[in-house]
């Protein structure tokens, strides 16, 4: 493994276990507070993760490096999960007086 290979495993590797500790407290939010789409958001918080460890893998494999597929899926990440399906939660979480 290269050391840009060996750079991107790292970073991909702290993804996943930021990933897993956020969507955890999300997830637990959500539940505490009934969020009614709960079981849809959990599905893109499962997808997400594995996508991100799917990339790791092949990376770790020595099967892919930085790509263009993998730009895109971390941009798609952050315009339609963050920007799109996280304000839904945001959004019901104010109106009970969560912040």
């Known amino acids: ?7 991107l495993a790292e970073v991909l590797n702290e993804l996943v276990k930021y990933t897993v500790f956020h969507f ?7 539940i505490q507070y009934a969020y009614p789409a709960y079981e ?3 599905k893109e918080h499962d997808a997400l993760v594995a996508k991100v460890q799917d990339y790791y893998d092949q ?7 930085i790509s263009l597929s993998l730009i895109g899926f971390l941009k798609d990440w952050l315009v339609n999960h963050i920007m799109g399906s996280d304000k839904e939660y945001r959004d019901f ?4 007086g969560v912040k």
Request: aromatic share 4%; no cysteine; glycine share 14%.
């Open 93 to 96: 979480f104010a109106k009970k």
């Open 59 to 65: 990376v770790m494999a020595g099967k892919t490096s």
């Open 40 to 42: 849809k958001h959990k």
């Open 24 to 30: 955890g407290h999300e997830e637990g939010m959500m």
């Open 1 to 7: 493994m290269g050391a840009q290979q060996a750079v």
